[in-house]
């Protein structure tokens, strides 16, 4: 655990208003552990009604160096997402109260908030991946449709998706995972004949 007493008295006080809020059904999260290590943070966070990650529960880990509050805490999902500004294969947030904008007054409430806004209203011009945020823009409707996939694959969500589960059998026949295959064709908007290409020269990069 850090050793400043300051710090220390600071975590603690912002779980309990965090907890506070949590109670008062002002912020719709799961504090998952018991508060033994302050350093630590594991929360749960449901995806907002009406949203393309309505209903699913997406687990979030928050660590907190001995430099806070002077640097920022490390944010990550835990739980594979696909959006903008998340990254799908660290689980790490882009998020500029966490890098540029930081500022040792901003409280863990705060950051939550602020992924909860990601998750609603993601930032294509600050994406992780050009890519995905090329998707948000250029086409949004497959975008949503493989986010909710990815939260169905993933994170245990609903819905059909014929088309997109028959693709990633596909390539598994072939021999890739179905993580890869997943992968890759959300990269390439669902084009079967382009994910098969990367997933090849990946393959042969590898050897």
């Known amino acids: 655990m850090i050793g400043n007493a300051s710090t220390l008295r600071r975590l603690a006080n912002e779980r309990k208003r965090l907890n506070g809020k949590i109670q008062n059904g002002d912020l719709n999260v799961v504090i998952l552990d018991d508060g033994s290590d302050l350093t630590v943070m594991k929360v749960q966070i449901k995806g907002a009604e009406k949203s393309i990650y309505e209903g699913v529960v997406f687990n979030l880990c928050i660590n907190f ?3 806070y509050p002077n640097v920022p805490p490390n944010v990550f999902f835990s ?13 790490a947030v882009c998020l500029e109260t966490l ?97 098969r290409s990367m997933l090849i020269r990946e393959l042969s990069e590898s050897l």
């Open 79 to 91: 739980t594979s997402i696909w959006n903008c500004n998340i990254s799908y294969e660290t689980g």
């Open 65 to 67: 160096p001995k430099e």
């Open 99 to 195: 890098k540029s904008e930081w500022k040792i007054s901003v409280s863990i409430e705060t950051i939550i908030f602020s992924i909860c806004s990601i998750l609603l209203y993601p930032n294509p011009d600050s994406a992780f991946h050009d890519y995905i945020g090329g998707q948000y823009k250029n086409n949004k409707s497959t975008y949503d449709e493989t986010a909710r996939y990815w939260t169905k694959f993933y994170a245990g969500g609903s819905g059909t998706f014929p088309e997109f589960e028959d693709k990633v059998a596909r390539l598994s026949a072939e021999g890739f995972t179905k993580y890869k295959s997943l992968e890759k064709l959300s990269i390439c908007s669902w084009d079967l004949d382009k994910a």
